[in-house]
T-cell receptor, first 113, second 109 residues
Framework: DGGITQSPKYLFRKEGQNVTLSCEQNLNHDAMYWYRQDPGQGLRLIYYSQIVNDFQKGDIAEGYSVSREKKESFPLTVTSAQKNPTAFYLC????????????FGPGTRLTVT | GQNIDQPTEMTATEGAIVQINCTYQTSGFNGLFWYQQHAGEAPTFLSYNVLDGLEEKGRFSSFLSRSKGYSYLLLKELQMKDSASYLCAVTPNDYKLSFGAGTTVTVRA
């Protein structure tokens, strides 16, 4: 089955630790995205990548980092510099950038205490 | 920046019709999407409008007026499973989507 997987579903970390969220897709999509969702707010774009070995900052990139070494994978690291890391994180991919439908993974709920 | 507004909550009865409005002011426009998101789950695609007019897909329809910066999502013959959040998103360029805060629709029996 083609799709996007994110793991784990729930993640707990202590403040001051970096944590990496996994995102893998087997849809052969070039574009991949990371969003953050907080209660009562829409999805906010953290980083996006149009092609392997290239990525761009989104609207709220501070405190986050990404890599895109393989087409299938776009991991997100939440660093200790991120002031409010507790949130629901969604990864998405699309065939043709933002003009095409985005397919979302199931999300990772990160709690930092 | 991008500004996308939609109502926070709406309630309707099973079998009824609900219209969710979305207004936008963005630096560019390459299309408007509607997504459905059940609580704790990933958003799923409902519709895409790039030209003015109405797009109908089963019980769901979406309308766009580019000159007015306005769209609506129409849900007909509401079912309990339609209780969800509905997200309006605009692509101001080819590279990213900007989302509204979402409208939570509650369907009552």
């Amino acid at each position: 089955d083609g799709g996007i997987t994110q793991s784990p579903k729930y993640l707990f970390r202590k403040e001051g630790q970096n944590v990496t969220l996994s995102c893998e897709q087997n849809l052969n999509h070039d574009a991949m995205y990371w969003y953050r969702q907080d209660p009562g707010q829409g999805l906010r774009l953290i980083y996006y990548s149009q092609i392997v070995n290239d990525f761009q900052k989104g609207d709220i990139a501070e405190g986050y980092s990404v890599s895109r070494e393989k087409k299938e994978s776009f991991p997100l690291t939440v660093t200790s510099a991120q002031k409010n890391p507790t949130a629901f994180y969604l990864c998405a991919s699309s065939i043709e950038g933002a003009s095409g439908e985005q397919y979302f993974g199931p999300g990772t709920r990160l709690t930092v205490t | 920046g991008q500004n996308i507004d939609q109502p926070t909550e709406m309630t309707a009865t099973e079998g009824a019709i609900v219209q969710i409005n979305c207004t936008y002011q963005t630096s560019g426009f390459n299309g408007l999407f509607w997504y459905q998101q059940h609580a704790g789950e990933a958003p799923t695609f409902l519709s895409y409008n790039v030209l003015d007019g109405l797009e109908e897909k089963g019980r769901f329809s979406s309308f766009l007026s580019r000159s007015k910066g306005y769209s609506y999502l129409l849900l007909k013959e509401l079912q309990m499973k339609d209780s969800a959040s509905y997200l309006c998103a605009v692509t101001p360029n080819d590279y990213k989507l900007s989302f509204g805060a979402g409208t939570t629709v509650t369907v009552r029996a």
